[in-house]
């Protein structure tokens, strides 16, 4: 199959085939042609198909239909490709909130053959210079609210040749170029399997992995989880948190939408209050956010009922029961759960409101496989707990990385989650597997303790992790943020020790308890646990198996 990159950096920088997971294409909507360009499919098609008038994309301010995006993204290809140089397979940063013009810059990416390197807002120069460097990225369009980083960034990479800013008025901005430039733009005939975009992982430390991902990539996710679980309808309306620098928030508020002729609303900030304005505001039907983005909005249940939502997809952590006990409580609707990665680009196992169960992430998604293997790699018995192995149509290409052995065994996907498979097939989650603590000879799941813990009504959040001891090895020791109107103190940390061991195996209670304000998250809503750890070996927070060494004004120097 020929490619269409004249810059083969991606392709000469896949991971071997013998160290690539296998392929699965069973399904008839699976079945892609070799030339396929993601950009044309989704956004030239829209009007193929008599789509052009439709609403597609709201926010800042803005509406457009699939005829304006398509208009923004042809005369933004066209600046890439004839104001700044780009060639097929060139890498573009991408740095704004979620805009319609961000949007926009990345149908741009796509039809003119580049590969998106979108990035999350917060990042700041350090972390852009790893990731230029790592993408050798050549291009970038930028929001002009968050130059400032990124032109300190530009300045350590003279590999970055090219930025330009939109929201910029000036004559050197993105719209103006644009106004130069016509509305229709000949799509680069891209291959299936020529790269689109480079996603990095919310991995923490050391260098950043960047996953590859293909333009059939691209169109499978489309196909699997939205088309066999959402299954969303034209007149949708789409909203939530993530940032399209997360694939969650690139598949569920970008994607997704515009595979069905839906619309989307793209919030520069996504805070709860700020959800739940937007529901209101744009008549919001399908929400996408992370689990602890539920449990505050579980305040507003009337609010929620009030409103035009009737779906709500969870993802990025595991959900507790409690918080979908909470939910369908609060405002009437089943969550559904689901687990995605960006190795696999998105969802691999879910569950619709029908068939959701608690404590159940859900069974595989129709077109990928999961089972759980033991330390060898060899499926172990539906009831055991062992590692999340997965196969699909999408699956982990690291760009020129030596962690693709890890991830990657025996053509199996391996997320890096403990979990284990009902006789019914469904999978429960357990934890990370670096996440299990082991305590006296036990194995402890922290998010276990964490589930059990949200069910006191005094707990907002909490955070569990194992912490040294002498004579345990590890104790499990937890970090509580409590909701308002509760007192934090020795009295409180006994009542939650009680509660637990109530709740769950006794030797799982924890042992040490912390008050905090706020727990260290990433900007994808994933509680950091290592954090949890490093402050408290550091002796800044709560330290000790005494609760009465929890004390409440310590607890900020462990929040972000
Ligand atoms: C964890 C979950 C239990 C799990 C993601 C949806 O989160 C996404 O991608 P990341 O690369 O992280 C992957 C890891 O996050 N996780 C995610 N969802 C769940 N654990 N239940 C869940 N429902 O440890 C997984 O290995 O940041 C999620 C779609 C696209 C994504 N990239």
Redesign the pocket.
Known sequence: MASAHIDTFARDRLPPVAMQPEFLFELPELQFPERLNCGAELLDRAIARGWGDRLCVRGAGLRWTYADLLAHANRIAHVLVGDMGLVPGNRVLLRAPNTPMLAACWFAVMKAGGIAVATMPLLRAKELVAIIDKGQVSHALCDLRLADELQAAARACPVLRQVRCFNDPSPQGLEAAMAARPATFDNIDTAADDTCILAF??GTTGVPKATMHFHRDVMAICACWPGHVLRPSADDVFIGSPPMA???GL?GLLLFPMAVGASTVLLEKASPAQLLEGIRDYGATVLFTAPTSYRTLAAHGDAIRASTLRRCV??????PAATRALWKQATGIELI???????L???FISADESRARPGA?GTAVPGYRARVVDAEGRPVPPGTVGRLAVQGPTGCRYLDDARQAQYVQNGWNL???AYLMDEGGYFH?QS?TDDMIVSAGYNIAAPEVEEALLQHPAVAECGVIGVPDEERGQIVKAFVVLRPGHAEGPEMARTLQEFVKQTVAPYKYPRAVAFASSLPRTE?G?LQRFRLGQADAAGIAGAGTDPREATPSTDRKVAP
């Open positions: 992982t919310s997360f694939t969650f598949g969870s993802a990025g952590e595991a959900l759960d689901g687990i995605g990665a960006t190795e680009l998105h969802i992430t997320t890096g989650d989650y990370r994808t994933k």
